[in-house]
């Protein structure tokens, strides 16, 4: 008599066993959605001084201007977690690079001030949401105690490597193609993120790791 085959998934499969494309295109999208928002961050001041002569913005303006991702940040920082419980972690990702992407564009076509100011929120807001909701999705797709602190070691890594390789991009791109190309680049860089984390994240990640670990 042939026994039945026990179906029961590895936790340490991770979303695989959930019908997922997998652990690696999962931890992919979250750590280019991290990159993504650090890049932003890294590369804004160094195409500000041609911003500030393109929109006529005074100094305290152009300061303003800089903080505006914080302040913006701020505001949501403590209900992003919630929603992703909430909502799902692959509905607030690509609701975070929306946000990411209109911002940016925002930036890229400012002809005034104020554009400018909404499109740096929007950018942050959505900066801010890609990075807590990328590194709950690592959190969550990988189970085995090891592969996850690998992974936040590799994090740890990439933002430190992200800040010290962005301004150089920033100033040749910004000297040689216009400041406009370095939100252009962002807008790239979101779309990207919101298409894979709308194929490749998926549906009811936490709470599958949830109930995983009970």
Do not use: C, Y
Not at 86 to 113: D, I, K, T
Not at 151 to 158: I, K, T
């Amino acid at each position: 008599m042939t026994r039945p085959s026990d179906s029961r998934a590895d936790p340490a499969d991770g979303p695989k066993a959930h019908g997922a494309p997998g652990i690696v295109p999962v931890a992919a999208t979250a750590f280019l959605a991290m990159a993504a928002s650090a890049l932003a961050a890294a590369t804004f001041e160094f195409m500000l001084v041609p911003l500030q002569t393109d929109l006529g913005m005074s100094a305290d303006q152009a300061s303003a201007a800089t903080l505006v991702p914080t302040g913006a940040s701020l505001l949501v920082v403590f209900v992003v977690g919630a929603l992703g419980d909430r909502l799902g972690e692959r509905l607030v990702m690509v609701l975070g690079a929306l946000s990411f992407v209109v911002g940016a564009a925002l930036v890229a076509a400012a002809w005034n001030v104020p554009t400018l100011v909404v499109g740096r929120a929007l950018a942050g807001i959505g900066a801010l949401t890609m990075t807590v909701i990328g590194l709950a999705v690592v959190n969550a797709a990988l189970r085995d105690e090891d592969q996850r602190a690998r992974a936040f070691a590799a994090f740890a890594a990439l933002v430190p490597a992200v800040f010290v390789s962005a301004p150089l991009l920033s100033a040749w791109m910004t000297t040689s193609l216009g400041w406009r190309t370095v939100p252009a680049l962002w807008i790239a860089l979101g779309l990207v993120v919101l298409v894979m984390a709308w194929r490749l994240i998926p549906t009811g990640l936490g709470s599958a790791a949830d109930a995983g670990g009970k």
